[in-house]
């Protein structure tokens, strides 16, 4: 087949375009540039990257090819993640980008040029069952990673490879230092993608005014002064300013709410507080893979409300076909409006939607 690889400059990408072009592929490497505002090198690595890229793909042996989607993240990334902030909640933009950009307008781009599919080097699987694609953990428990590819459908992933997805990341970099591959031990890119190590808070002052307001207990005594809401997300217990306070037990105090209206932060004491747990959720921009989803009352599901987190069993309520409630077995904790909850079965991710509430 025809397959162009997204090689984002890391080792996961690198490998799987090796691993395809022994396969006996016609392999095409393309580099994606997603962010251009402030692109200076002191926070973003966009530069290093691409030598990075263009460096595993010599090694490779295949061709490389830079494309700009900026333009395209700034509209159909970017926005939403302000968007999200200015109303209060905590975003995810790589479940985001993942549905917009790499597997949307990078997959336009690819078939444009003729490709059959595209691949990349995100740990997940795809399997066809009863006539549909179903995406599956990747094998690896550690770095699976399908809870940020749930918002794909049966197009996208018809046309979806992921050549690492049934491999350990030891054997990954294993394979691309037998191979040579000058990015073999470079390190896992964390946080988001157009933040990159930069301070968070200076970062998006930029997009959105601060509005300082009052940290106030679930009474309402005022604690301190917040630097503005969108800084903080449900369950925050570093950065607020109220570390030296002693009340009650003396235990730590930690983001239990945000009221928009009088713009106050609400915290309370101790990390298991009734105020931080849920058992239930309210989710809206309900994606499912199938697209159909699964039936309320179905047995065996189990649910993330947030990347690093085992599967917490589940039962899914009232839905429709663009929002659904969840009741788990156990509570969770710091359930965060603006992430993703997401459904699995198994090992079948079956898609998800964004929380709205949790209580």
């Known amino acids: ?26 392999v095409t490497g393309l580099f994606m540039k997603n962010w251009e505002d402030d692109d200076d090198g002191e926070y973003c690595s966009t ?4 030598i990075d890229a263009a460096s595993a793909a010599e090694r490779v042996g295949i061709d490389l090819e830079a494309v700009n989607f900026a333009a395209e993240y700034r509209e159909r990334v970017f926005a939403s993640f302000l968007a999200e902030y200015r109303a209060g909640r905590t975003p995810n933009p790589d479940v985001l980008c993942n549905a917009e950009i790499k597997f949307k307008a990078f ?9 059959d599919c595209i691949a990349t080097g995100h740990y997940a699987r795809v399997a066809v069952r009863e006539g549909r694609h179903a995406l599956l953990k990747g094998l690896d428990p550690a770095k699976d990673q399908s809870y ?16 690492v997805g049934h491999l350990l990341k030891t054997r990954v970099r294993e394979i691309a230092r037998e191979a040579g591959l000058p990015n073999h031990a470079k390190r896992d890119s964390t946080g988001i993608c157009f933040i990159g190590e930069r301070p968070f808070r200076e970062f ?5 005014p601060r509005e300082p307001g009052p940290i106030v207990d679930e009474l309402g005594r005022s604690l301190g002064e917040h630097q503005g809401l969108m800084y903080y ?18 235990s730590p105090w930690y983001v239990a709410a945000k009221e928009l209206d009088r713009n106050a932060l609400v915290v309370v004491q101790g990390k298991d507080h009734r105020r931080l747990l849920s058992r239930h959720l309210q989710a809206g921009d309900a994606s499912w893979i199938d697209g159909m989803g699964p039936s309320s009352g179905e047995p065996g599901l189990a649910a993330k409300t947030r990347y690093r987190q085992a599967d917490a069993p589940c039962s899914l309520g ?20 603006g992430q993703s909850a997401v459904l699995y079965r198994g090992e079948e991710c079956l898609g998800g939607g964004v929380i709205a509430r949790g209580r």
């Open 204 to 208: 998006l002052s930029r997009y959105l």
């Open 318 to 337: 009232p839905r429709t076909v663009r929002a659904f409630e969840l009741d788990f077995d156990d509570a969770q904790w710091a359930v965060t409006p």
């Open 107 to 115: 997959l336009d781009h690819a078939l444009d040029l003729g490709a």
């Open 47 to 50: 530069r290093e990257d691409l």
């Open 148 to 163: 940020f590819l749930h918002r794909l459908t049966q197009a996208q992933l018809s046309r979806s490879l992921f050549p």
């Open 1 to 26: 087949m025809k397959i162009v690889v997204g090689l984002s400059g890391g080792v996961d990408s690198a490998v799987a375009a090796l691993l395809l072009k022994r396969e006996g592929h016609d």
């Open 233 to 250: 997300t449900l369950g925050q217990r570093q950065g607020l300013g109220i570390g030296g306070l002693k009340d009650g037990d003396g």
